[in-house]
């Protein structure tokens, strides 16, 4: 354990923290536009995490754009401010914040951002500003990520030793930079996992939930419920249709643009319960699984409701909206022999009972009035 023990924890802000990703999509692809360039998702993969000055010249040169990177900069920063006070914390991000400052364990923010961006993000997020002891963006170092300065600076500013620092990291850069500082890296991936992108974390989760403080010698967390995690609610609307080889429903996240609604935040995986809208009918209790869907087409998210109770009809093509409330367990990955690709294991049995059982105590039954599951013809947007 003492060599697991750390003393003082150091976070990545977007993408680790805050859903700027998922929030901002879209942005680069509409100012392309104006310039009749269309949008590469691979080499806008590749610049994740990297410094905004990194990335303005090389998307410049990538797309052969008629800017310098300081004119593309100047033109594209204000339409991704426009969009920072919409940018919600990602599932678990508000409880590990809190959790750590409850126990004074020293906590920094190291951002390739620069720091006024870095400032301006928090700013919309109630508490953080105070929750941190520590504040850097990557025009405060003389080298951003993948270089390990922003790194060995906080933990020199907090006067803690790099070795007894934990850091959180959803980039391959941040990944490596915290490696080169000689700190402990925990993986928390906002693209699809790719494990050779990731190999030289200590460990890789698939959400801040997953994470437990106590493997890594700090106070553990004490907000569990009869095996149930509260969470901050998030919603997702969808239309069920036919495909598990179990016989399961399965819902593809559907998100119509003309609702503008809000995306379901990017690191959500596990095994989530809460209430479910089905057509016209009432609100039922639900547990699902959610994990990645990753095809030729693209990656996407893939969920698989199971309702708790007896529904007499077909209920492929239906529309559905689920109000998640509450988090179970992390998806146990297994291999197929055959092809060797990575599986999950479906909702068990035990999932269904400890969902049931949890739905019907106060902190989760109130849910159940939520308005977004009494109005279908609501927007989604209204109650994220």
């Not at 509409?30 to 000055?53: N, Q």
């Not at 006024?116 to 928090?122: E, G, H, S, T």
């Not at 460990?203 to 890594?216: I, R």
């Not at 849910?367 to 109005?375: E, V």
């Amino acid at each position: 354990m003492d060599e697991a023990h750390v003393e003082a924890v150091i976070l990545d802000l977007d993408g680790t923290l805050l859903d700027t990703e998922r929030s901002t999509d879209g942005v680069l692809k509409e100012f392309l536009a104006r310039y009749g360039k269309v949008l590469d998702p691979e080499k806008e993969v590749k610049r994740l995490g990297k410094m905004h000055c990194e990335s303005a010249a090389a998307i410049v040169i990538d797309y052969n754009l008629p800017l310098t990177a300081e004119e593309f900069s100047e033109k594209i920063i204000p339409m991704y401010q426009e969009r920072w006070p919409q940018v919600k914390p990602l599932p678990g991000a508000n409880r590990l914040i809190k959790h750590l400052r409850k126990h004074g364990i020293p906590l920094a923010l190291a951002s390739n951002s620069v720091r006024k961006n870095v400032q301006k993000k928090i700013s919309y997020q109630q508490g953080w500003k105070e929750s941190f002891s520590v504040i850097l963006g990557g025009d405060e170092v003389n080298h951003g990520k993948p270089s390990p300065d922003i790194y060995l600076e906080s933990a020199k500013m907090m006067g803690v030793d790099p070795s007894r620092c934990l850091v959180i990291e959803d980039s391959s850069v941040g990944i490596e930079a915290a490696k080169a500082a000689g700190m402990k890296v925990v993986a928390i991936p906002s693209i699809p996992f790719r494990g050779d992108d990731f190999g030289a974390a200590n460990c890789v989760l698939y959400s801040l939930l997953e994470f437990l403080p106590d493997q890594w010698g700090l106070p553990a967390f004490q907000d569990w419920v009869q095996s149930t995690l509260p969470i901050e609610p998030f919603y997702v609307s969808g239309v069920l249709r036919d495909g598990d080889p179990h016989g399961t429903p399965i819902l593809m996240e559907h998100l119509p643009e003309e609702n503008q609604t809000a995306p379901l935040p990017i690191q959500t995986s596990g095994v989530f319960f809460g209430w479910a809208k089905l057509g016209t009918r009432g609100a039922f209790k639900v547990v699902a699984s959610i994990q990645w869907d990753i095809s030729p087409a693209g990656a996407r998210k893939l969920i698989r409701p199971h309702v708790l109770a007896e529904i007499s009809s077909d209920t492929a093509g239906e529309k559905l909206r689920l109000l998640f409330v509450g988090f179970i367990r992390k998806l146990h990955r297994e291999r197929r022999a055959k092809e060797g690709s990575s599986t999950t294991s479906a909702v068990s049995e035990e999932d269904k009972s400890v969902a049931a059982a949890a739905l019907d105590l106060p902190a989760f039954a109130d849910h159940k009035g939520n308005p977004f599951l009494a109005d279908p013809s609501n927007p989604l947007k209204a109650y994220s």
